[in-house]
């Protein structure tokens, strides 16, 4: 079952683009449905996905969610803080990817050794994915740690901690790959599912090239164009 409530955001007014109002629509109500089930997604399997269908819904005003025409403020706040969480998720990603690279090249025996571990190549991925996981995680907790929820403004480090801790918990996941060879790359082993589900980061919530724009644009806006 995909869900009994939905928070949606629907366009109510046509003089300004931010003419945009959140409402409760509750399963069941008539005009409204779930739709196609997409299904065999690459990774995020866990985490369904459908469509929903809207049909002359009638949503009466106890279903509003604040003012009318009043969300947009609400939902570039959420959308802030859905970057976090999605960085948080990348990190936590990147953090088993490490756990599961260390363990098994720590107790796989290979060519006359007593593990892998000894080698120069694989102590180049696990080191240099435990500095990426540890510039992340800081970049992350730093942000979070001074992030106001109750109000909007904070793009720019959303931005940033997600599009940075995103492509390093792919890095890290596809090292990890590397380090167990053909292991790595079969279901057996966890870390083929955790590269799948590290690729949504770079897409949901923001794609990279959207961060990119937005980031660049509220550098620009900085007093002075001075960083901090």
Not at 21 to 40: A, H, P, R
Not at 107 to 133: D, V, W
Not at 140 to 165: P, V
Request: glycine fraction near 12%.
């Amino acid at each position: 079952q995909t869900g009994d409530l939905f928070l949606v955001y629907a366009r109510t007014g046509s003089e300004k683009r931010s003419d945009v109002t959140q409402f409760v629509v509750e399963g069941g109500m008539e005009g409204f449905s779930v739709g196609q089930k997409i299904n065999d997604k690459l990774g995020m399997r866990a985490s369904p996905t459908a469509e929903l269908v809207f049909e002359n819904v009638f949503l009466p005003e106890s279903h509003v969610v604040g003012e009318v025409n009043g969300a947009t403020l609400c939902m570039m706040r959420n959308l802030e803080i859905e970057r976090v969480a999605l960085a948080a998720m990348a990190v936590g990603i990147a953090r088993r990817a490490l756990d599961e690279m260390i363990a098994y090249s720590s107790n796989r025996p290979a060519f006359g050794k007593p593990n892998l571990y000894g080698f120069g190549q694989i102590q180049k991925h696990i080191t240099e994915s435990y500095a990426e996981y540890m510039a992340g995680k800081c970049y992350l907790y730093g942000f979070a740690n001074g992030l106001d929820l109750s109000t909007y403004g904070n793009g720019l480090d959303a931005d940033g901690t997600k599009l940075y801790c995103a492509q390093m918990s792919k890095n890290v996941a596809d090292r990890a790959i590397q380090v167990m060879g053909g292991y790595g790359y079969v279901g057996e082993y966890t870390v083929e599912r955790l590269w799948r589900d590290a690729k949504l980061l770079e897409i949901g919530g923001g794609t990279n090239e959207s961060h990119h724009k937005n980031m660049s644009r509220d550098l620009l806006r900085l007093d002075g164009n001075k960083i901090e």
